[in-house]
């Protein structure tokens, strides 16, 4: 007697709920957050709303590596001031370089 459910699989759990977060910010001090263009005072407000809405999502900053450092340590003070507590620095992972020739 009653239903025999097999729920479909995923590689994804289900906790997974907004929990992070993506600023990129070109050499020329542009942001996108989450892809989408925004201006400064903007992305605090929006970041903010964030915040509150999840204390526990982490900010990613994807930084041109010509970007002033300056304004790197700009956007994580924004956070820190939002009231989030983790914040990262998207890297790419280093290319081995190709041997010199003989």
């Given at each position: 007697?009653?239903?025999?459910?097999?729920?479909?699989?995923?590689?994804?759990?289900?906790?997974?709920?907004?929990?992070?977060?993506?600023?990129t910010?070109?050499?020329?001090?542009?942001?996108?957050?989450?892809?989408?263009?925004?201006?400064?005072?903007?992305?605090?407000?929006?970041?903010?709303?964030?915040?509150?809405?999840?204390?526990?999502?982490?900010?990613?900053?994807?930084?041109?590596?010509?970007?002033?450092?300056?304004?790197?340590?700009?956007?994580?003070?924004?956070?820190?001031?939002?009231?989030?507590?983790?914040?990262?620095?998207?890297?790419?992972?280093?290319?081995a370089?190709?041997?010199?020739?003989?």
């Amino acid at each position: 007697s009653g239903f025999g459910v097999v729920l479909p699989s995923s590689a994804i759990p289900n906790a997974s709920s907004f929990q992070e977060l993506v600023v990129t910010i070109t050499q020329d001090k542009l942001l996108f957050f989450n892809n989408q263009p925004i201006t400064w005072p903007k992305f605090s407000e929006e970041l903010s709303v964030a915040a509150r809405l999840n204390p526990r999502a982490e900010l990613i900053i994807k930084a041109d590596k010509l970007t002033p450092h300056g304004a790197v340590v700009e956007l994580m003070n924004i956070a820190l001031q939002a009231g989030l507590s983790v914040v990262n620095i998207a890297t790419r992972p280093e290319v081995a370089a190709p041997p010199a020739p003989k």
